[in-house]
């Protein structure tokens, strides 16, 4: 059962594309795109900007319409759903990384956990504590739960934002130039927590970037250029030993 | 919810500063407008206030105290008779014309006409046992001393009334009058002096029940029995009197206006600084939408950072009200502002629906959060 599980794509683009703009202004971003993403691995898509490998990202997350194509998550039509169905898979199946942080100056970093889970998944206030101080553990920050962004270093805030989209525990995590506002040391840390909810949870992780050095600890790297995929370059066997599917 | 509402209000106060001192201001415009209306008007039932009497009969359909008709003063067996009453008396109050010593002119006063014994009913609790015998002479009155100049006498003075000689014995503070000066005399002076009581009639029959919860029950049976009548409790006729001089002298439109007028700058204020907060936080609501947390939480989060800056903006007026309103009393000597615990109320809650409003508006700002914008 997980064998064949593992067999199908978790993630699954085909023929997408998607345009922006109309008339003589109008320019097209992806050029009929197919892609795989599977569980328990982390891919990683390069391209120089322009290339379109946000715009992907965004259509294989859910979070922009493409023109054409359709995008199968766990055998469903992500983009045959309704607006608030494709929320509530989000909900349930997805995690999110940007480059900017995108924490709340209020709030430490235990509450920018905590209010994911009491208003995602109707925690109460106590497990959602719980959780968030076991998550923050995880990524070293126990020390640093009651901290706000403003007194946390770079890193830091990456890695709260990390905690965010994977204290959910999904099935994907997207991130999209993680690294990029992180001296080398910091960013390595962050790829490899990645890599680990993709390789000790089961999650289907997606890296966008440009970073040459993410390279060598991901699974998968494509390449992408115009709008098109050109390269693709397997690291490592596609299957992974997975310690926990869900 | 209200956690991270009340707690991004507190991190990030500087920049809701505007919107809670809106708040702040609109209940206090509130409460001082409608406090000093109802402090100005609280002196034309001061006749009610001032006395001992539960429970007021006059004549059908009165609409203030200072407008009742003369009635028999046989009806005052009509309340004698029932069992929760325990004493009643008559009460004599009209306009008259005061005319000033020395052809000086004349003024529009406001005649009262009451026992005056220590436990009368009718008697102004500003008169002092002093005061009350130097009044059992007939033809001598005592005037406010807010009200010599008005009047053109002194202590000691002579003056008329409706063509009547009266001699002013004394005076009282802090007695202001509105309609006109107020004249307190006996019972036997005011027939003389109010030339529409004539023979036994009364203006008023003031009862005092032994049981002063009772005073609503004997209301109620006064007006099933005698449909020629009126009868009221203490609080009932004070109030109406007030609202009678509210209606009456338009005032409640300026009020109207004022308090809505000031509704209009908190709301806008509120609603612009709660929209401009949350435009700040666009990104961050943004990650939100895109890990699926529903649009209402985020609106929930607007509306109780709403909720709790008119929560604030309230805690910070009422003192401020209450410290201006103090500030006034002790300026004129008397009761100026009067800000009795229901027009709080009403100001609290109507400024908190102002302010929740002002959050649902601002919701507007939600519909920018668009995740893909966090894309690059």
């Known amino acids: 059962m997980i064998g064949d599980s593992l067999l199908m794509p978790a993630l699954q683009g085909v023929h997408l594309s998607r345009s922006f703009g109309e008339g003589e202004t109008k320019t097209t971003v992806l050029h009929d795109v197919s892609i795989e993403l599977f569980s328990g691995q982390i891919t990683l898509l390069m391209g120089p900007s322009g290339s379109g490998k946000s715009t992907l990202l965004a259509i294989l997350s859910g979070l922009l319409h493409p023109d054409g194509g359709r995008v199968m998550a766990l055998g469903h039509d992500l983009w045959a759903m309704s607006d608030l169905e494709r929320e509530r898979f989000r909900l349930r199946h997805c995690g999110f990384i940007f480059q900017g942080y995108n924490l709340f100056n209020a709030l430490t970093a235990r509450q920018q956990l905590e209010m994911v889970m009491r208003w995602g998944e109707g925690a109460t206030p106590r497990d959602a504590r719980r959780r968030a101080d076991e998550m923050l553990a995880l990524l070293g920050l126990a020390k640093k739960a009651h901290l706000r962004p403003t007194e946390m270093s770079g890193g830091e805030k990456q890695r709260v934002a990390i905690g965010r989209a994977l204290i959910k525990e999904p099935n994907f995590c997207f991130a999209d130039e993680p690294t990029s506002a992180l001296d080398w040391h910091v960013g390595q840390h962050v790829i490899e927590l990645l890599r680990s909810a993709a390789h000790d949870r089961g999650a289907t992780v997606l890296v966008v970037a440009h970073d040459a050095r993410i390279i060598e600890h991901v699974d998968r790297v494509i390449h992408m250029e115009d709008g098109r995929l050109w390269q693709q370059e397997e690291r490592e066997p596609v299957l992974h030993t997975i310690k926990q599917t869900r | 919810m209200a956690s991270y509402s009340l707690t991004t209000l507190w991190y990030e106060r500087q920049r809701y500063v505007p919107g809670v001192l809106a708040v702040a201001f609109s209940a206090l415009l509130i409460a001082l407008q409608c406090g000093l209306l109802l402090g100005l008007f609280s002196i034309t039932s001061i006749p009610i206030d001032h006395t ?68 009368s009913l009718g008697k102004i609790d ?30 000691y003075k002579k003056a008329e009334i409706s063509g009547q000689p009266v001699h002013v014995v004394s005076m009282t503070r802090g007695l202001p009058s509105l309609a006109g000066p107020y004249v307190l005399c006996s019972i036997n002076t005011a027939r003389k002096l109010l030339p529409v009581q004539k023979g036994e009639t009364t203006t008023y029959i003031l009862g005092r029940c032994k049981n002063r919860q009772d005073a609503p029950r004997v209301v109620e049976k006064l007006k099933a029995t005698y449909k020629d009548v009126s009868a009221f409790t203490q609080a009932d006729f004070s109030l109406r009197t007030q609202l009678h001089w509210l209606l009456r002298t338009k005032a409640g439109i300026a009020l ?34 895109a890990l699926g947390i529903p649009r209402w939480r985020i609106a929930g989060m607007v509306v109780s950072e709403s909720f709790w800056i008119g929560i604030i903006g309230i805690a910070l007026a009422l003192p401020a009200a209450y410290g201006l309103a103090w500030a006034a009393d002790r300026l004129m000597g008397v009761t100026v502002v009067s800000l009795p615990w229901w027009l709080q109320s009403s100001a609290a809650a109507v400024t908190l629906i102002m302010s929740l409003g002002s959050g649902l508006f601002a919701l507007r700002s939600l519909r920018q959060i668009d995740p893909a914008m966090l894309l690059h």
């Open chain 2, 52 to 119: 001992q009497a539960d429970v007021w009969m006059g004549a059908s359909e009165v609409s203030s105290v200072d407008l009742g008709r003369p009635i028999p003063e046989s009806a005052q067996a009509r309340m004698g008779v029932l069992p929760e009453i325990e004493s009643c008396e008559p009460y004599l109050q009209g306009f008259a014309f005061w005319s000033k010593p020395n052809n000086g002119g004349s003024e529009l006063c406001m005649v009262i006409g009451s026992r005056l014994l220590p436990n």
């Open chain 2, 256 to 289: 109207g206006y004022a308090a809505a007028l000031g509704l209009l700058v908190g709301a806008v204020v509120t609603s612009q600084t709660l929209y401009a907060a949350t435009i700040a936080s666009l990104r961050e609501y943004a990650v939100l939408r």
């Open chain 2, 126 to 155: 500003k008169l002092t046992d002093e005061q009350c015998g130097m009044l059992a002479e007939e033809g001598t009155v005592i005037i406010d001393k807010s009200d010599e100049k008005k009047l053109g006498v002194e202590v």
